[in-house]
């Protein structure tokens, strides 16, 4: 998903990963662990998630 602020794009390998600003389910488990994370371009990952309106999703 993320390595620190690395940005690789190349044949085999994108990172960070092409679509995880879209991804719930990849972003609030995230948020648990890094909830000041910020993304290589900048953007808060609670900012990305408000825009998502992406609720949390239930723990088992």
Same mark, same amino acid.
């Given at each position: 998903?993320?390595?620190?602020?690395?940005? !690789?794009?190349?044949? /085999?390998?994108?990172?960070?990963?092409?679509?995880?600003?879209? /991804?719930?389910?990849?972003?609030?488990?995230?948020?648990? !662990?890094?909830?000041?994370?910020?993304?290589?371009?900048?953007?808060?990952? /609670?900012?990305?998630?408000?825009n998502l309106?992406?609720?949390?999703?239930?723990?088992?």
């Amino acid at each position: 998903m993320l390595f620190g602020d690395a940005v !690789i794009n190349s044949e /085999r390998l994108t990172v960070p990963h092409y679509d995880m600003k879209n /991804r719930g389910f990849m972003l609030w488990p995230l948020f648990e !662990i890094a909830p000041d994370l910020h993304f290589p371009d900048g953007l808060a990952l /609670r900012a990305v998630l408000d825009n998502l309106g992406a609720a949390k999703p239930a723990s088992w």
